[in-house]
């Protein structure tokens, strides 16, 4: 169980809000203008640890890369409660036609990164302005603008190095999710996202003229075995409760008709719903790949670049999460596990937590997608985002060992 203050949220909460979103529209605005892709992110970091500093807010860089790590509140709190924000944008190009849209040729935000990052922020500076309220309460805020979620490894991992979780007793992020309408929070308990492995095959053997396969080694045929059989075994090797998909991105061998070449290779991701799985994978892989190619007597490189496990919400953490939606009048909906991976993962091996989506579509509007040019995300989702976030500090405390 959590304790919920008694008082609920400071009546200064929700004013503060409203007067800060113009401002914080337009800082989601510049953001998205002015995308960075991962390990890159220095105007980002600007513009994010200006802002702190204008609200005097304390805040440290990370060492040799991008992103920052900020606390506010209590200085020897009893509860320190932190809050992610990733910060990158995607080697995509915008088809939007927004009047602030991208101004870096094919990058943008087709993630929702700016909306994460606006709301990190926006709820840091609010929450600043609050700070007797968490004083009061013992409660410490620390902000985490994590660079590279878009890559593997992916930037989590240099936060947890720069000791940001020391001290921290729960962590909680968002992910936009153009699914759900605009005020709808999506809440689950467990598993919410799939583990995420890159995958790369690599073939080498003797090539030759299309007109003598037989004094080849067909290296093209055996690659498309390789896409093709591979994850048809996995399949009936592996617990189909585990919900594994190995999906291929990139085929390549040879650049004429008649020639087979001696070289060629296949890439993509392995994606597991059962953490336990993702962990054994790995030699089961292995065989399958060298099974497969084994009858064409063609030389196999696998190479699998483990990513991250599979995000666990916890069920005190989502608790927190339906007291804070409720107390700012969002609705809370039940949401669907997603073979999508985030490193956010990483955080919830070490600390207690969760991750929601939020909604981000106009109600009657169009369905977007993520990682895609055209994603539009209804702005009125920046109100909402701050509202969870500062909603979810002062909605209780998630016990040691709950999670």
């Known amino acids: 169980m959590n304790d919920a203050f008694p008082d609920d949220l400071p009546a200064e909460l929700v004013p503060a809000i409203s007067s800060f979103l113009p401002e914080l529209r337009d800082i989601r605005r510049d953001l998205h203008a002015h995308p960075e892709l991962s390990f890159e992110e220095t105007r980002t970091t600007a513009v994010v640890t200006q802002r702190l500093t204008d609200a005097g807010i304390s805040w440290r860089p990370l060492t040799g890369t ?23 944008a995607l080697p995509v190009r915008e088809r939007t036609g927004l009047d602030w849209s991208s101004t870096v040729h094919d990058v943008c935000h087709a993630c929702g990164h700016d909306v994460h990052t606006a709301a990190v922020l926006g709820a840091g500076v609010i929450l600043q302005s609050l700070e007797a309220h968490l004083r009061e309460r013992g409660i410490a805020v620390r902000l985490l603008f994590q660079p590279a979620e878009e890559v593997i490894p992916g930037g989590a991992h240099r936060l947890i190095e720069a000791h940001a979780l020391e001290g921290v007793d729960a962590v909680f992020a968002i992910h936009c999710d153009p699914s759900l309408d605009v005020g709808q929070v999506g809440l689950r308990e467990g598993p919410i996202t799939a583990a995420c492995d890159s995958i790369r095959v690599e073939l080498t053997g003797k090539g030759g003229h299309t007109s003598r396969p037989h004094l080849t080694e067909d290296l093209t045929f055996a690659l498309a075995k390789i896409v093709t059989d591979v994850p048809a075994v996995l399949s009936r090797r592996l617990d189909p409760r585990a919900g594994a998909a190995l999906v291929w991105g990139e085929v390549h061998a040879g650049k004429a008709s008649n020639v087979i070449p001696s070289s060629g290779y296949a890439t993509g991701t ?12 790995g030699p089961l892989l292995h065989e399958i790949v060298h099974s497969v190619a084994s009858p064409y007597s063609v030389a196999v490189r696998l190479h699998r670049e483990r990513g991250v496990p599979p995000v666990v919400n916890g069920a005190a953490a989502i608790d927190l999460l339906r007291v804070a939606a409720a107390s700012t009048g969002l609705a809370p909906v039940p949401t669907a596990q997603s073979l999508g991976g985030e490193d956010f993962s990483w955080y919830l091996s070490r600390v207690p937590g969760a991750m929601a989506r939020l909604g981000t579509r106009t109600p009657g509007g169009r369905t977007y997608d993520l990682h895609q040019g055209d994603l539009v995300v209804d702005e009125e989702a920046l109100r909402h985002a701050v509202e969870l976030f500062t909603g979810v500090v002062f909605a209780g405390r998630v016990k040691p060992g709950e999670d």
């Open 270 to 281: 392995l994606r597991i719903l059962d953490a336990s799985a993702w962990e054994q994978v």
């Open 66 to 88: 991008t992103g920052a790590i900020a606390d506010l509140g209590a200085e020897q709190p009893a509860y320190r409660i932190a809050l992610r924000a990733d910060i990158d």
